[in-house]
């Protein structure tokens, strides 16, 4: 058999963050009752003009300057004419020819290797309905989505996308950025960012492209990873049994974890567009540009490279923290309260980490406040718990949302170092391992006295200080 590569060009639709629709007055937030956020314009009816959204032109803007796009100063919106029951207008106001952002890039690393991901358009459009389909023969439409602005972003050709690991690496940047710049909530599972990869193989040293399918209605990075791979065993079994791909839409069954086809697309679809006479061209200043530059915050990369420089925390860990905007503001603010980098990295990166995991919770929705972790920090730093007890502490705090003094006072969990009573603790367990003591003594081995101190911990539930413990037990040890 062939050896065959994946090449995948990637259109994705992120929903913009605006408090209006895009074209009208009405609300711009998920969910709500059925039909109950819509106007005559995002219904379409007949004579309603539509009113552009100055802020979602602008999160265009921001994001083509954040993919290193060049700005279109006269960006126009088209008329793409197509019928479909969640497009009333018959219509979807959207930008053909002279999108805002056009040729730019967005830089990632896969498996430890930079590559760069090129990109051919960064346009505005305005999202359809919903159909329900529901089982039996009925069909539902909810307009609440009608006229929500929407980003589309669609990389170059020929694609620079060449594996299922690329592709996932380049949706996790991208909507890092999104949410970095907060153009967009980046939520995949509620459809406010929509990946849509096309997927074609070929033989490895070809140079020529193969028939594309594309793949709809992935909803995680997981699922457009899997769908990569399954197209890529699939076409190659097709091309190897001597058949031929079509190129068609194809959706993703998560459930069985592979495509289907939808619908087969010879040819491109014809749709008719042409200027949208109800709106004016824009005019993207320079100024205007220069003004959204400025308010530009630092993006992930910068940040991952602060975070090394100036934290010295390792690249691995700083590329995790700072995937997310909320996650590095996070670990941000615990650094400034406990001004110990390392420590705060290690309790975020580590049981923090496995704690939010657990529970399957966002950073935004941490019950332990960033100056209670740092606070935490601190007191093992200062000696007053140890990092054993730590570890208890930040389940309780996890728990109950106290603050860590509070449940160090409550529970008695401040470091014993009152030497008499830990040198009661040591006697006791040396007189409890008479065998242990003597094959250190008398055999040298010096092994096995970790073994001590870990009974002396134990005794002490953790509590007394470990220097001094280490002190005594060599002492008493001669
Ligand atoms: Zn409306």
């Not at 730590?390 to 401040?414: F, H, N, Q």
């Amino acid at each position: 058999m062939s050896e065959y590569e994946v090449v995948v060009g990637m259109e994705c639709h992120a929903e913009l963050l605006t408090e209006s629709k895009m074209f009208c007055g009405c609300r711009n937030e998920f969910g709500g009752e059925p039909n109950t956020r819509c106007c005559p314009v995002c219904l379409g009816f007949p004579g309603a003009l539509p009113v552009m959204n100055r802020l979602a032109v602008e999160h265009v803007i921001r994001t083509a300057l954040a993919l290193n796009c060049q700005i279109t100063p006269n960006a126009k919106f088209d008329r793409k004419n197509y019928y479909y029951p969640d497009l009333p207008k018959g219509y979807q106001i959207s930008e053909y020819d002279f999108p805002i952002g056009v040729k730019g890039w967005l830089d990632v690393e896969v498996n430890g290797e930079a590559k760069r991901i090129h990109i051919l358009r960064v346009h505005l459009e305005e999202d359809t309905g919903k159909l329900f389909h529901v089982l039996g023969d009925e069909s539902y439409v909810d307009y609440n989505r009608s006229g929500v602005p929407l980003m589309e972003i669609v990389t170059d050709f020929p694609p620079d996308i060449r594996s299922s690991d690329d592709a996932r690496a380049y949706l996790a940047k991208l909507r890092a950025i999104l949410t970095y710049i907060g153009v967009c909530d980046g939520k995949m599972e509620e459809g406010s960012l929509r990946c849509e990869p096309n997927v074609s193989v070929r033989v490895v040293g070809s140079d020529t492209f193969g028939t594309k399918s594309e793949i709809k209605n992935l909803n995680s990075f997981r699922a457009v990873q899997r769908g990569i791979d399954y197209e890529l065993e699939r076409q190659a079994e097709v091309l190897e049994s001597g058949g031929r791909v079509i190129q068609e839409t194809r959706g993703w069954n998560d459930a069985k974890q592979i495509t289907f086809s939808q619908r087969s697309k010879e040819g491109a679809e014809e749709y008719r567009y042409f200027p949208e006479p109800d709106l004016v061209p824009l005019d993207i200043t320079e100024e205007w540009i220069e003004t959204v530059r400025a308010s530009m915050p630092e993006l992930p990369d910068a940040r991952k490279a602060r975070f090394i420089e100036q934290y010295g925390i390792s690249a691995y860990d700083a590329g995790l923290l700072t995937d997310s905007r909320a996650l590095s503001d996070y670990f941000e603010a615990v650094v400034k309260e406990s001004g110990d980098p390392k420590g705060s990295c290690n309790w975020v990166m580590g049981d923090l980490a496995r704690l939010q995991n657990a529970n399957g919770r966002d950073i935004t929705e941490c019950p332990v406040t960033p100056g209670d972790l740092a606070t935490m920090v601190q007191r093992i730093n200062d000696g007053m718990i140890t990092g054993r007890i730590a570890k208890t502490l930040i389940e309780e705090m996890y728990a109950t949302g106290s603050a860590p003094d509070v449940i160090i006072e409550e529970k008695g969990w401040k470091t014993v170092k009152d030497s008499g009573a830990i040198i009661e603790m040591v006697e006791k367990v040396f007189a409890e391992n008479p065998q242990i003591v003597a094959d250190i003594k008398e055999r040298g081995l010096t092994a096995k006295r970790g073994f001590l101190v870990g009974q002396v911990m134990k005794a002490s539930q953790g509590k007394a200080d470990p220097k001094e413990v280490n002190r005594l037990v060599d002492e008493k040890l001669g």
